[in-house]
């Protein structure tokens, strides 16, 4: 059965640091680039960061960038996000999500859609 | 890139065909794809490159482009097509997603 499944959401005060991980089943992620998508409540879906296949690769949305950091351990078919000095507005469910068909052509990356979704974790971030 | 989704809501009989819009601020060569999430569920694929059915869906879902404008289309809505509706736009980093139509039966 394929499937990813998010873990490590929790509860946490504002400047805090959390690490989510994202394990994948039924499927080798090593060849896919993959995605982080969080949605706050209530709110709509808002693309994260995506890191290629190889690690080599790392891209952030504009609230994100230089707070979190997206890796993986092919070895281990895992994905991260280190999530660092959180804000009540990083509260969400936070998706992991493997790009359809992304791939790289020398040293340019290309991204597509998300085919394969995880059920999500919750990141709640509150004093 | 934003993606501009209409309507936000909409309610609908079963059997009606049901139409959703998105439109681009600029440019995306048809790299849309759209989404479908249940209440408490992750989304999930349903079309990409504007008008390719995802493997499964249902033939009752179509999808077209004109310009940067594009439609979704439920042909005959059925009672387990309720759900809030994405877009979402892969021709530039950051990618960015519709605000989502939440469709409800009448």
């Known amino acids: 059965q394929v499937q990813l499944v998010e873990s490590g959401g929790s509860v946490v005060q504002p400047g805090r640091s959390l690490r989510l991980s994202c394990a994948a089943s039924g499927i080798t992620i090593s060849s896919s680039a993959m995605h982080w998508v969080r949605q706050a409540p209530g709110k709509g879906l808002e693309w994260v960061a995506v890191?290629?296949?190889?690690?080599?690769?790392?891209n952030y949305g504009d609230s994100v960038k230089g707070r979190f950091t997206i890796s993986r351990d092919n070895s281990k078919n895992t994905l991260f996000l280190q999530m660092n000095s959180l804000g009540t507005e990083d509260t969400a469910v936070y998706y992991c999500?493997?790009?359809?068909?992304?791939?790289?052509?020398?040293?340019?990356?290309?991204?597509?859609?998300?085919?394969?979704w995880g059920k999500g974790t919750t990141v709640a971030v509150s004093s | 890139i934003q993606m501009t989704q209409s309507p936000s809501s909409l309610s609908a009989s079963v059997g009606d065909r049901v139409t959703i819009t998105c439109q681009a601020s600029q440019d995306i060569t048809n790299s849309l794809s759209w989404y479908q999430q249940k209440p408490g569920k992750a989304p999930k694929l349903l079309m990409y490159?504007?008008?390719n059915l995802e493997t499964g869906v249902p033939s009752r879902f179509s999808g077209s482009a004109s310009g940067t404008d594009f439609t979704f289309t439920i042909s005959s809505l059925r009672p387990e097509d309720v759900a809030t509706y994405y877009c979402q736009q892969y021709d530039t980093l950051p990618l960015t997603f519709g605000g989502g139509t939440k469709v409800e039966i009448k």
């Open positions: 999500a493997r790009d359809a068909r992304g791939y790289s052509r020398g040293w340019t990356y290309y991204y597509y859609y998300m085919d394969i």
């Open positions: 490159d504007a008008s």
């Open positions: 890191i290629s296949h190889d690690g080599t690769n790392k």
